[in-house]
């Protein structure tokens, strides 16, 4: 069964320091996702892509965060530098399509930790 | 602002009884919603989902029940089994816009 795949799975970095995460959807999907999600709470949808472009980032912290989806396929997350506050759970997702009609399947998540 | 809320945080229900999981949301334009489940240490993945022009989806053990006039959406879980012990999301949403819950942790107790 395909998956969505995501490393690392576990990540702890300083304060200050640059952090990324990779993401590799499921073949053939068109729309992927970024989440976080802190502990309590539901995701928090921080940048949406259609294809290679950004179809939402509203939520994104752009000062710090980015993220990009080059050729439409896999995609990474960047943190810089990293503060306390985003210690939290980083999840990705992808579906056929956006919105309304399509499900969304998760990965694993990467939990990162900064100290 | 929370456009999704699932008040209760948890729910403790006997295996074989019935699990309700409620979801209110603000947004009368919201015309689909999801349910999602979580395991600890996975990510959460897709149960069932309801359009704004039905008032029941059914799905096995698993029937969500829409109310548009209360903007208040349940899950119901019949019969509830110990595997379906997790932490439940719903979603609402319209377009590109959704929103996730806050999540409802249940524990079905054998």
């Known amino acids: 069964e395909a998956e969505v795949a995501q490393s690392p799975r576990y990540k702890i970095t300083e304060k200050s320091q640059a952090v990324a995460f990779w993401c590799d959807p499921i073949s053939g999907h068109a729309t992927l996702y970024w989440y976080r999600q802190i502990l309590g709470q539901g995701p928090e949808l921080l940048v949406q892509f259609q294809d290679e472009s950004v179809v939402d980032d509203s939520q994104l912290p752009k000062d710090r965060f980015s993220a990009e989806r080059l050729k439409g396929v896999d995609s990474t997350l960047k943190i810089q530098p990293a503060e306390l506050g985003d210690s939290a759970m980083y999840l990705c997702?992808?579906?056929?399509?956006?919105?309304?009609?399509?499900?969304?399947?998760f990965g694993p998540g990467t939990r990162l930790t900064v100290t | 602002d929370q456009q999704v809320k699932q008040n209760s945080p948890s729910l403790s229900v006997q295996e074989g009884r019935i699990s309700i999981l409620n979801c209110d949301y603000t947004?009368?334009?919201?015309?689909?919603f999801l349910w999602y489940k979580k395991y600890p240490a996975e990510g959460p993945t897709f149960l069932i989902s309801?359009?704004?022009?039905?008032d029941k989806n059914e799905d096995g053990r698993f029937t969500v029940f829409l109310n548009k006039s209360a903007k208040h959406l349940s899950l119901h879980i019949v019969p509830s089994q110990p595997g379906d012990s997790a932490v439940y999301f719903c979603l609402g949403g319209t377009g590109n816009q959704f929103y996730f819950g806050t999540g409802t942790s249940l524990t079905v107790i054998p």
């Open positions: 947004n009368s334009m919201f015309d689909y």
């Open positions: 997702a992808s579906s056929l399509g956006p919105g309304r009609t399509y499900e969304q399947y």
């Open positions: 309801i359009s704004s022009i039905k």
